[in-house]
């Protein structure tokens, strides 16, 4: 897949620590509209539990030797490019049951980071020990944050790269809203989502002033919407709580769960579903968006 990018791709983490949301769901269709524009893209699974990885039909990946994502976010990013996998609709870089140690690996990546620059009376050696993979060697920066940013700087050929982040706050998501510098908030229409939605922005607060980057919001997608009153309640307080964003609606529709139980978009399923239009509108402000002026499909 690399038919006609020629600059750096457009980066966008799916992202909400509230389970539930349908994030997944959310990011594999964004994805899927986007190809259906014409755009190449290249979907990376971050989530330990590997649910995009099964809802694009991959799941036997999920197991497979390292190396995996596992080794190219905690040893050496140049292996990102091999463990690509082709999808009809997108390339995947799989998440793999290895995953599952990744939360802990960062962790003592950061504190070998902030021993080495912050001046601590402590060898970065000593905490290595505690690792896998993770040496005093693999960290570079004064946070270790940048390990996906790295990786996907060693792949090229595409226009967006779509990250689904864990369902969790924690290094893994923080390195996944780093490398791609932009957030698409799934979100449900109820009252719990305001608490949710309040602690990310500020989580994304916390990343921004450890590591003086800016993260954009590009949008929030009301999920399962269905017609209560707490929906519009709801729906009013996303668009005050994002004046300068939109918000997208997408309502409850089987054939979005039937075409994740058969590994693929909505975009590529015989099945018609009115919400392929609200995606189709998501990739089409997202186009807007990173300058992409020309429909090639």
Not at 170 to 185: C, F, P, Q, R, S
Not at 205 to 225: D, K
């Amino acid at each position: 897949m690399s038919r006609h990018a020629t600059t750096d791709p457009a980066r966008i983490c799916v992202t909400n620590a509230k389970g539930g949301t349908g994030k997944t769901t959310v990011a594999i269709n964004v994805a899927g509209a986007l190809n259906d524009r014409g755009r190449d893209v290249l979907f990376v699974d971050l989530d330990p539990q590997g649910n995009a990885t099964e809802g694009l039909g991959l799941t036997e990946v999920y197991d497979a030797q390292p190396p995996t994502l596992f080794d190219a976010l905690t040893s050496d990013p140049t292996l990102l490019g091999d463990l690509v996998v082709e999808h009809d609709e997108m390339d995947v870089v799989p998440s793999s049951i290895d995953m599952l140690q990744a939360e802990h690996e960062l962790t003592i990546a950061d504190l070998v980071a902030r021993v080495r620059t912050q001046g601590y009376d402590v060898d970065p050696a000593a905490l290595s020990q505690f690792a896998i993979n993770v040496t005093p060697e693999t960290v570079t920066g004064d946070h270790a944050l940048d390990t996906l940013d790295r990786a996907l700087e060693t792949v090229t050929g595409y226009d967006y790269v779509v990250v689904d982040s864990p369902p969790f706050y924690g290094k893994l998501t923080d390195t996944g809203v780093y490398a791609a510098g932009n957030i698409l908030i799934p979100a449900l229409a109820e009252a719990t989502s305001e608490r949710a939605i309040e602690l990310l922005m500020d989580q994304m607060a916390a990343m921004e002033r450890q590591t003086g980057t800016t993260i954009g919001t590009l949008g929030v997608v009301a999920n399962r919407i269905e017609t209560t009153s707490e929906d519009e309640m709801m729906l009013e307080w996303f668009d005050a709580a994002f004046p300068d964003s939109p918000v997208w609606e997408v309502r409850k529709r089987v054939a979005l769960q039937r075409a994740y139980t058969e590994g693929k978009s909505i975009f590529a399923t015989e099945e018609r579903c009115d919400m392929a239009d609200v995606f189709s509108d998501i990739a089409a402000t997202l186009d807007e968006q990173f300058g992409y002026t020309e429909v090639t499909a």
